[in-house]
């Protein structure tokens, strides 16, 4: 049954840019009130400028999610609504770099927000929908929730760990028709996202085709709000990965670590930095982050191909094996 999102309350952290921005714009075109927060506090103003502009009744809330108190507080300010109807957890950084080159600081930090962050979100809200016996819970995760991405092994984790989080806390809930946990695993999102990462690799940083507009997520989120199901994916690119790694993980894993190793070799030199890890970039970015006017999609589609081919390749290397191995037995 389709949800009504006019006058629905709708807290959005990590609204500060990318798909939280671009979010924040379409819930507020639905309607909703909106409670947006970040920790740039100038840059939610600017997004709480465009979404009155809107229509929007919006509250500005800067908040570090990895501080739980602030997070509980976030959300007794948000009831300042009367209810919260829709939770967005959108916050997540991420450190690129070899595992040992990358400080542990560093790695504690991604895990600290991707994770943790997500869990305070979580443990703030369910609360309030138990009360209110309804309520739905948006956990932004990725498509590094189902493969693993080599030179950003914190990053993987807190990806592998929210999947699990998202699944085990759906499982609670059971009992609870009208409070739901859904997951979003987006492919490649074009936002301000890569600019602002820890880049500890030496080398300018980008990402593959294709790129997809962030705006297309934030569709997706609001069909989540409006028709709330477990997961949902956005980009062909995010339905392949989660396939091939189905079929043939180790082999796509090595093969996207030799790819991301060749480039790192010969990409643009950069200095390493923390980037937004510990504290909030300097200039928010925006919705956009510039990326996909550099890629083809054609030659996304003929990698994807590729890389589809070699993982059946080994799962049927691996059945052939296991089929000879029956035989002389």
């Not at 920790?39 to 509250?59: F, I, N, P, S, Y």
């Not at 309030?128 to 590094?144: C, D, E, P, V, Y």
């Not at 796509?252 to 980037?275: F, I, M, V, W």
Request: aromatic share 6%; charged share 20%.
């Amino acid at each position: 049954m389709k949800k009504a999102l006019r006058d629905a309350v709708v807290v959005i952290t990590g609204a500060s840019s990318g798909v939280g921005e671009a979010a924040a714009e379409a819930f507020a075109r639905c309607g909703s009130k909106l409670v947006l927060a970040a920790r740039d506090a100038a840059a939610l103003q600017r997004v709480a400028k465009t979404c009155r502009e809107l229509g929007a009744e919006v509250l500005v809330v800067p908040t570090d999610v990895t501080d739980a108190d602030a997070v509980k507080e976030l959300a007794e300010k948000a009831m300042s609504f009367g209810k919260i109807d829709v939770w967005f957890s959108n916050v997540g950084v991420g450190a690129v770099g070899r595992f040992v080159d990358t400080p542990i600081a560093a790695h504690e930090q991604v895990i600290r927000t991707n994770l943790i962050g997500h869990i305070n979100d979580a443990h703030a809200a369910i609360p309030i929908f138990l009360k209110q016996r309804h309520g739905t819970f948006i956990n932004m995760i990725s498509l590094g929730g189902f493969a693993s991405t080599p030179f950003a092994a914190a990053y993987s984790a807190s990806k592998f760990g929210l999947r699990g989080f998202s699944e085990a806390l759906r499982a609670e809930l059971a009992d609870e028709p009208d409070i739901h946990i859904c997951d979003v695993y987006p492919t490649f999102m074009d936002t301000p996202g890569v600019a602002h990462g820890a880049n500890y690799t030496g080398r300018k940083l980008s990402v593959p085709p294709p790129v997809y507009n962030a705006r297309r997520a934030a569709r997706a989120i609001v069909r989540l709000a409006e028709r709330p199901r477990a997961s949902t994916t956005v980009g062909l690119v995010a339905d392949l990965a989660r396939f091939v790694h189905f079929l043939a993980p180790n082999t796509t894993t090595r093969l996207l670590a030799q790819l991301t190793s060749r480039y790192l070799k010969q990409g643009p030199r950069a200095e390493n930095s923390n980037g937004n890890l510990f504290r909030a970039p300097a200039v928010a970015g925006g919705i956009d982050g510039g990326l996909r006017s550099s890629h083809r999609i054609p030659v996304a589609t003929m990698a994807a191909v590729v890389v589809v081919g070699f993982a059946i390749a080994a799962l049927i290397a691996g059945r052939s094996r296991v089929s000879y191995r029956g035989v002389l037995r």
